[in-house]
């Protein structure tokens, strides 16, 4: 399952807001309760930063969604 979300901010592991991450946690959950084991996360991330940070993260969430699907 590929699971495909954006966000006006930066929440990966790593930033200063990861903490406040709940999607992701919640729908493994949920999907692992459902006996969905393989999940896949594909992040747009940070499109309330401009207009250049915005293109950058479509681009890269269009370019793993082909990866995962091909």
Do not use: C, N, W
């Not at 200063?16 to 709940?22: G, N, Q």
């Not at 992701?24 to 991330?45: I, M, N, P, Q």
């Amino acid at each position: 399952m590929i699971v495909v979300s954006s966000r006006g901010g930066i929440f990966t592991s790593g930033s200063p807001y990861a903490a406040f991450d709940h999607q992701e946690g919640h729908l493994t959950a949920f999907f692992s309760f459902l006996g969905v084991k393989d999940v896949h996360f594909v992040r747009a991330e940070g499109l309330a930063l401009g207009e250049e940070m915005q293109k950058r993260a479509l681009e890269a969430a269009q370019a793993q969604i082909q990866t995962l699907a091909a």
